[in-house]
């Protein structure tokens, strides 16, 4: 285990690859969110013309494209990055406590509306908390992975110290051994992005074992040639809200796709299920390496800016 306190600096690259990361996370968060209302349905069922709508890539209509809480914590996590170098677990905690009491209607899930709140006047109680979340078992939902992209590209030049990294940021919130893994796995893989070495297999054999790292093996296994509302049918996607749920979609779909943003986001739009996470997801990965400047500028001028 690297010794924490002594992190290196980022090198200026890396710390540009983050910041792609986190503009194409958004990006991701953004336009999954408008397409998420038109699956909410009695059953689960998805209607035909949003199936046809997603295959024929029409846009979702709408002056206004808000991101969610994947955003508003992927900065949090970001600004810390930025200001300390290293993931300062109880400023983390400070931060991801004030992005929600700025703004409680992104979307956070129910765990994070029992935590948040609590840590906004005692932020370095989250050693208790967090584990105590869900009955004790701690929280193994995607929150800590749909926000983590930025900081695997910001730790690309070591995959060993993004995993460590990436343990103590989901540890703040996520605690529950999937739940880090799922960050784990998409830290590393926003890593390998940046490095232009991309593969699930290596993604799989860096993420803890467990759910998360079978399903990333499955994955792996999965020809790019199948249609990714399949691949969502056997990988999941993000509809039981866990990490491993999520994670390996997600990532398959960027590995799919590792050098364009767009059809990224567009094969993860085609798995429906928690789409603005697993956009996100795929963006910070994919946008690591790729940025937003290829993107249609349709896109990037109705996505919510990040100030």
């Known amino acids: 285990m690297a010794d924490t306190d002594r992190v290196p600096s980022a090198p200026a690259a890396n710390r540009r690859a983050a910041r792609r990361s986190l503009e194409a996370l958004a990006l991701g968060d953004a ?8 699956f909410r349905l009695r059953e689960g069922l998805v209607p035909d013309h949003a199936y046809a709508d997603v295959r024929a890539r029409r846009v979702p ?61 005692r932020p370095a109680d989250w050693r208790t908390l967090a584990p105590a979340l869900f009955e004790g078992g701690g929280s193994l939902g995607n929150g800590a992975a749909m926000r983590v992209a930025p900081l695997g590209a910001w730790f690309s030049y070591d995959l060993e110290l993004a995993a460590e990294q990436a343990e103590l940021a989901a540890a703040v919130t996520h605690s529950h051994p999937q739940g880090v893994a799922g960050a784990v796995a998409v830290a590393v893989a926003a890593a390998l992005s940046v490095r232009g070495e991309l593969s699930l297999p290596v993604v799989a054999d860096r993420t803890p074992s467990g759910a998360v790292r079978d399903g990333l ?15 969502a049918d056997l990988l999941g996607s993000g509809r ?26 567009w094969a993860t739009a085609e798995g429906f299920g928690d789409v603005d996470t697993t956009c996100a997801i795929t963006g910070g990965i994919v946008g690591a390496r790729v940025g937003v400047d290829g993107m249609p500028g349709e896109w990037l001028e109705r996505r919510e800016g990040l100030g």
């Open 61 to 121: 209509a709408g002056p206004l494209w808000p991101w969610t809480d994947d955003t508003a914590m992927a900065l949090a996590l970001h600004r810390v990055l930025t200001e300390h170098g290293r993931v300062d677990q109880d400023r983390l905690a400070a931060r991801f406590a004030l992005a929600f009491d700025a703004d409680q209607g992104r979307g956070y899930g129910h765990g994070m509306h029992v935590l948040l709140p609590e840590l906004l006047a």
């Open 240 to 265: 039981r809200i866990r990490a491993d749920d999520t994670v390996p979609f997600a990532v398959w779909t960027a590995a799919r796709h590792p050098a364009d943003l767009e059809d990224a986001l």
């Open 217 to 231: 093996l499955t994955a792996a296994e999965l020809p790019f040639t199948t249609p990714p509302r399949n691949a």
């Open 31 to 38: 336009f999954g969110e408008r397409w998420f209302p038109r």
